[in-house]
């Protein structure tokens, strides 16, 4: 795991396969996945996964306040699902968080089948569902909302 740019050409085309799955599965009302600029931030760490020289995920930890941040725009590459890169990608950004001294990390995902291992994961690292966070829409059927409570 390393800290990356997300505006490399890896990460880049990462970052656009992940926008390209948000488009084909939510309303463009309710989709806040962000491009390579605003993952390159200054309030934002993105962080990637390489097995050899294959990107295998990636992941960023937007800071909202003094003492909580957003997990952002986690995936993983197709050729490396079900190999627990999303589990040491979560790891990773929960780790970040942590040392950053931040008390809580949530997140917004998307609600329909094909986010349901997504779902199963931040619930085994002990997320639980919370009310809508930041400037989400509250009443948005496309949108779940996830927070942690860290150890700081």
């Known amino acids: ?23 084909a599965n939510t309303d463009a009302e309710f989709r806040f996945a962000l491009g390579a600029e605003k993952l390159a931030g200054p309030d ?4 990637t996964a390489w097995d050899g020289g294959a990107l295998a995920g990636m992941g960023a930890v937007k800071r909202l306040d ?10 993983t590459a197709d050729a490396h699902r079900r190999k627990g890169v999303g589990a040491a990608v979560l790891a990773a950004l929960i780790a970040h968080a942590a040392d950053e001294g931040i008390a809580r990390i949530s997140l917004e995902t998307g609600t329909d089948d094909d986010f ?5 994961l931040y619930r085994r690292f002990g997320f639980v569902d ?16 996830m927070t942690l409570t860290l150890e700081v």
């Not at 800290?3 to 970052?15: E, F, T, W």
């Not at 003094?66 to 995936?75: C, F, L, Q, V």
């Open 66 to 75: 003094t003492d909580h941040a957003e997990i952002k725009s986690m995936r």
């Open 44 to 47: 934002t760490a993105f962080f």
């Open 116 to 120: 349901i291992a997504a779902h199963a």
């Open 1 to 23: 795991m390393r800290r990356d740019d997300p505006r490399s050409p890896a990460a880049a085309a990462l970052i656009a396969e992940h926008l390209a799955f948000a488009s």
């Open 130 to 145: 919370c009310a809508a966070f930041a400037d989400y829409p509250a009443d948005s059927p496309y949108n779940r909302y």
